[in-house]
């Protein structure tokens, strides 16, 4: 009875030999393997690791990244499409804040540059500084207004209308924009490559 029951209770001793063995030579094998890098190393271009030459990050990494557009939004702000007129959730507003571009977050206009023009999209008689970039429309009669930071479309500038002082009516579709109350904290801008130093 004694000699059968040995059998199974050497079982577990095996296991624990194979076990340490298993583990000396992953030992082994990683000796060895910090001994190549440590050659390697020694043996590399240069021996001062501070002034090793760093990897440039390429010109077009994505440290934030624009806004994500819904067909609608995309329709108009990249496919330079209009929104249709007096559905646009911001023609009307007069709460006081800021009206960002909706696929960068860049500042675009306030709500005191906004004004009624009853045209049925949002009007504003100017725009935060250097934030709206114009360029001739392809229709060859308007002047076609954008994100200067995206490229982003807007809508169109109108002069000469008489609406305000400023002579100047800036048409945007609400698409394009995403107003934030008074107080309201801004998200940061977007940046699809790096920003220029
Ligand atoms: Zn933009």
New binding site residues.
């Given amino acids: 009875m004694r000699t059968a029951q040995a059998t199974p209770s050497q079982k577990p001793l095996q296991a624990i030999r194979w076990v340490a063995c298993l583990a000396i030579a992953t030992f082994a094998v990683s000796c060895v393997c910090e001994d190549q890098s440590e050659t390697s190393r020694a043996g590399g271009l240069d021996d001062d690791p501070i002034t090793t030459p760093q990897i440039p990050a390429p010109a077009t990494l994505m440290t934030n990244p624009y806004n994500e557009l819904t067909p609608e939004e995309a329709y108009v702000i990249e496919d330079k499409g209009t929104e249709a007129r007096n559905v646009g959730e911001y023609t009307d507003n007069k709460e006081l804040g800021t009206y960002l571009?909706r696929?960068?977050n860049?500042k675009l206009y306030v709500a005191e540059q906004k004004f009624a023009s009853n045209c049925g999209w949002p009007s504003f008689d100017d725009a935060v500084a250097d934030a709206v970039r114009q360029e001739p429309d392809a229709d060859g009669r308007r002047t076609e207004i954008l994100?200067a930071?995206?490229d982003?479309h807007l809508g169109h500038v109108f002069l000469g209308e008489g609406y305000t002082e400023k002579n100047t009516r800036h048409c945007v579709n609400s698409l394009s924009m995403r107003f934030y109350p008074e107080g309201e904290q801004l998200p940061p801008i977007g940046w699809l490559r790096a920003p220029k130093r």
């Fill in positions: 571009c696929r960068c860049a994100c930071h995206c982003g």
